[in-house]
Structures are given as C-alpha cells and as structure tokens.
T-cell receptor
Framework: AQSVAQPEDQVNVAEGNPLTVKCTYS??????LFWYVQYPNRGLQFLLK??????LVKGSYGFEAEFNKSQTSFHLKKPSALVSDSALYFC???????????FGKGTMLLVSP | GAVVSQHPSWVICKSGTSVKIECRSL??????MFWYRQFPKQSLMLMAT?????????EQGVEKDKFLINHASLTLSTLTVTSAHPEDSSFYIC???????????????FGSGTRLTVV
C-alpha cells in the first residue's frame, strides 16, 4: 500500500524568508509525486509533479520540489515566501501502475508579514 | 488546460433529503473520476472511483447506498447523498485525470469542491 507522511501540521515563516514543507512517501516501484495547494473552501490547485527526469522540479508560483529517492522524500520549497502563499499544502503519491492518489494529511503554511 | 467543473459550490439541506453533486470535465473526456471527502483541517479521503458506463468502485467503509455515484457519460459524474444526516456534512471534491500529454499527463485536475451542510 502506498502512503504519504507530512510530519508538520503547520509551518510558520516570515515573508521573504525561504520555506520548506516536508513530505516523505512509501510506494511500490517508481513513484509519481505531486504537490497541491488548497485555499479555504476551494478545491485543490496543482503546483508541480515528479514523474521522471531531473530530481529538482519547478512548478507554479515559484515553488519547487526535490525528489530524493534514497530518503524517499519530496520536500516543497520556495526561496522567498509571500503572505499570499499562506494556505494548506498537500503532498500526494501514486505508483506507476495505479490510478488513485494517496494524500498526506496536509500542512498549513502561514507566512507572516 | 484541463478543467473540472463542480456544482453546486455549497448546499444546505434538511435531514432526510437527498442532494446531488455534479462533476463535469469541460475540455476532456474522463472515463474515470474520483470522489473525495474532506473533514475540517484534515486530508482528502477517497470515497469512490467513478467509472463511465459501469459501477463505481467504493473504498472500504463507504456506504454504497448512502453515496450513489453515476457516471453516465464521458464528461459527467454525479454523487448523490441520499437521506442525508448532519454527520454527512462535509466538503466533497471530485477529480479526474485528463490522461493526455497536452493536458498534463499523469496529473489530476480537481473540482472546486462542494460544501454540504445538513441541518
């Protein structure tokens, strides 16, 4: 069975500082990894995905994530946080054969002015 | 890009009534759609996989008779919450995979969600 762990319920960062939201996963075979962002009472917006290729993936709104196979991690990063980045972030995984996503529990990112 | 439209955005209904939520793929065909439920400050829990022209596949613990899923066309899946009760109040989200390299292969597109409140 596949699983995702987001160890932090909340991450606090000051505007302009770099941010990291952690994610580790467990899956059979090669993983397909995703990051989504959710604003209050809204659906999920796609940020980025890793399927194959370069371990550093660049996505929307200046976010990037680094795939680390040995550590089974896919941490989300941004060099300079904005207040508008404050939202709920979900990491998700599926295996190469399946069709369903498994989500982490989510991490609330709060960026203070 | 691929868009999934979900309606209504919010609905309030009385206990014992039924509520239908629609999920449409606007610019692609979706043979499979996914229905999730999200409780406050919690993750998305997959309820069922909706398959066009056949029965939905429900996750363990999800009542098939309570949450009726119909996927009658390649662009529309519906979730009907039957005989709703206050404990069914939640945020419901649908999703589909466009499955086309030009639309984000391996990616999933989500609807905007439906906030259901049963009073």
């Amino acid at each position: 069975a596949q699983s995702v762990a987001q160890p932090e319920d909340q991450v606090n960062v000051a505007e302009g500082n770099p941010l990291t939201v952690k994610c580790t996963y467990s899956v059979s075979g090669n993983p397909y990894l995703f990051w989504y962002v959710q604003y209050p009472n809204r659906g999920l917006q796609f940020l980025l995905k890793y399927i194959t290729g370069d371990n550093l993936v660049k996505g929307s709104y200046g976010f990037e994530a680094e795939f680390n196979k040995s550590q089974t991690s896919f941490h989300l990063k941004k060099p300079s946080a904005l207040v508008s980045d404050s939202a709920l972030y979900f990491c998700a995984v599926r295996d190469w054969q399946g069709s369903t996503l498994t989500f982490g529990k989510g991490t609330m990112l709060l960026v203070s002015p | 890009g691929a868009v999934v439209s979900q309606h209504p955005s919010w609905v309030i209904c009385k206990s014992g009534t039924s509520v239908k939520i629609e999920c449409r793929s606007l610019d692609f065909q979706a043979t499979t759609m996914f229905w999730y439920r999200q409780f406050p400050k919690q993750s998305l829990m997959l309820m069922a996989t909706s398959n066009e022209g056949s029965k939905a596949t429900y996750e363990q613990g999800v009542e098939k008779d309570k949450f009726l899923i119909n996927h009658a066309s390649l662009t529309l899946s519906t979730l009907t919450v039957t005989s709703a009760h206050p404990e069914d109040s939640s945020f419901y989200i649908c999703s589909a995979n466009p499955g086309d390299p030009g639309l984000g292969f391996y990616g999933y597109t989500f609807g905007s969600g439906t906030r259901l409140t049963v009073v």
